[in-house]
């Protein structure tokens, strides 16, 4: 079965609640935090393309059913828990914010297959163009094999839609889009969706370009397909895939002192769920998180059901190399089914 047959039932059945949480009682006093709590089933990307179109929806009704019921037992033992995000096509499960002293007892709600830790994530360094790495030789003669076409969701900070890096003429949306707060998309930035945390909360999270603290998701998607021709400082500078289309999910969207806009592992699994929802091609996420060991990763869990979705993701690989050596790749760059991009030196070397 396509990619398009999933993303369609997908949109049908649930997208409204996919994309934008539906907080279940109110928010927990005290000192919380938000976790992922997933069942037991498969999420629909499991099935890949081998079910028909009939099967998908039933599958995907059998697991809202099954989360449905779930979030109402979590409600009924623990009054203050507030379920926020559904995932059902890159993961099986929900996002809870809960108070932290009852984090034990939501592991022991029956339904529960598994609780994963709340992992906050930074940005990391990125550098480079596309004739150190030799994408420009692929181009075409006309630019008629620049990106065209495809989709790439940049999951991050937030990118500055107007930059004239992404200077929208000659571009037409794609069939099915704009799509999220479309009164910000361009037809070169399709997608405008955030995904901001319970807690704490920052007067942009919601904004799909913070005015004071976005930075890095901008110069990310410059590198991956801002358009040709943009001259700066005299030099005449490219994206890789110059003529694709950009979807903006700002992810990262908490100040965090030396990081600029950190985000949380349920709010980065919402944006990858939404990106696959949207049928985007290829999910970049230029971030990490050190200290995660990957199976108890839930970011991880999500881009390997991107893959199995037949949306590509390409991490980052951290920038820790010349710190502590080999071993050092970030999470969620260490999932088994993602192009994890290192850098690159001016000798073409990978660091």
Do not use: C
């Not at 997933?38 to 989360?67: D, E, I, M």
């Not at 937030?158 to 003429?169: H, K």
């Amino acid at each position: 079965m396509s990619r398009s047959h999933i993303v369609a039932i997908l949109a049908a059945a649930s997208a409204a609640v996919v994309l934008s949480g539906d907080g279940l009682g109110a928010p927990a006093p005290g000192p919380s935090t938000e976790v992922v709590v997933t069942l037991a089933a498969p999420p629909l990307s499991a099935f890949g393309r081998s079910l028909q179109s009939a099967s998908h929806a039933a599958y995907l009704r059998r697991v809202t059913a099954a989360q449905d019921a779930l979030a109402r037992r979590v409600q009924s033992a623990l009054p203050a828990a507030q379920v926020r995000w559904r995932y059902r096509l890159v993961a099986n499960g929900f996002a809870v914010v809960v108070p932290r002293a009852q984090v034990a007892a939501l592991a022991r709600i029956p339904g529960v297959d598994r609780v994963w830790p709340s992992v906050r994530y930074h940005a990391l360094a990125v550098r480079g163009g596309p004739e150190q790495i030799g994408a420009d030789k692929l181009w075409g003669a006309s630019f008629e094999t620049a990106g065209n076409g495809m989709k790439i969701a940049i999951v991050d900070d937030g990118l500055d839609a107007t930059n004239p890096y992404f200077n929208p003429s000659g571009f037409t949306y794609p069939p099915g889009f704009p799509k999220g707060q479309t009164q910000y998309t361009t037809p070169k930035v399709i997608v405008q969706r955030t995904f901001a945390p319970a807690s704490p909360q920052w007067k942009y999270a919601n904004t799909p370009f913070d005015p004071t603290e976005s930075f890095h998701a901008t110069h990310v998607a410059g590198i991956a397909a801002g358009i040709h021709g943009v001259n700066v400082a005299g030099t005449t500078i490219s994206g890789v895939a110059p003529n694709a289309y950009l979807g903006n999910y700002k992810a990262l969207t908490t100040p965090t002192p030396d990081f600029g806009l950190d985000g949380n592992s349920a709010e980065l699994a919402a944006a990858i769920e939404a990106a696959v929802a949207d049928g985007m091609n290829v999910i970049n996420l230029s971030l990490g998180e050190p200290e995660i060991e990957p199976s108890r990763d839930v970011v991880v869990q999500a881009l390997e059901g991107a893959a199995a979705a037949g949306v590509v993701p390409v991490v980052a690989a951290g920038n820790d190399f010349s710190d502590f050596g080999y071993g050092t790749v970030s999470s969620p760059g260490n999932a088994p089914s993602a192009i994890t991009v290192a850098a690159v030196t001016s000798r073409n070397a990978i660091a």
